[in-house]
Nanobody, 122 residues
Framework: QVQLVESGGGLVQAGGSLRLSCAAS????????MGWFRQAPGKERDFVSG???????LYADSVKGRFTISRDNAKNTVYLQMNSLKPEDTAVYYC????????????????WGQGTQVTVSS
């Protein structure tokens, strides 16, 4: 079955950096667009970034210029490099997969990981 496993979350001070990883198995990774979403307590799950099969990235305005998405098809892994972190970036971060093209819509993704907590202290 399809599994997406996130890692790399943690506690960091404002201005710091983290790199999230999401390892995929059970699917032909190169055929899937990947997305990163986040959900803070009491809020909806929001789009953060997506990457197409060919490596084209898309970002939410709130993270543009600070976060970078990338993928390694040989390792079946997608990454999210997060720099200049702010307290408002605190959330559980989820990776997700959908066929072909990225989307900002969480409901359009077929597979989800379990999430990894990112906490940014001020």
């Amino acid at each position: 079955q399809v599994q997406l496993v996130e890692s790399g979350g943690g506690l960091v001070q404002a201005g710091g950096s983290l790199r999230l990883s999401c390892a995929a198995s059970g699917l032909t990774f190169s055929n899937y667009a990947m997305g990163w979403f986040r959900q803070a307590p009491g809020k909806e799950r929001d789009f953060v970034s997506g990457i197409n099969r060919g490596g084209d990235g898309l970002y939410a305005d709130s993270v543009k210029g600070r976060f970078t998405i990338s993928r390694d098809n040989a390792k079946n892994t997608v990454y999210l490099q997060m720099n200049s972190l702010k307290p408002e970036d605190t959330a559980v971060y989820y990776c997700a997969a959908r066929a072909l093209y990225y989307s900002r819509s969480a409901s359009s993704y077929n597979y989800w990981g379990q999430g990894t907590q990112v906490t940014v202290s001020s």
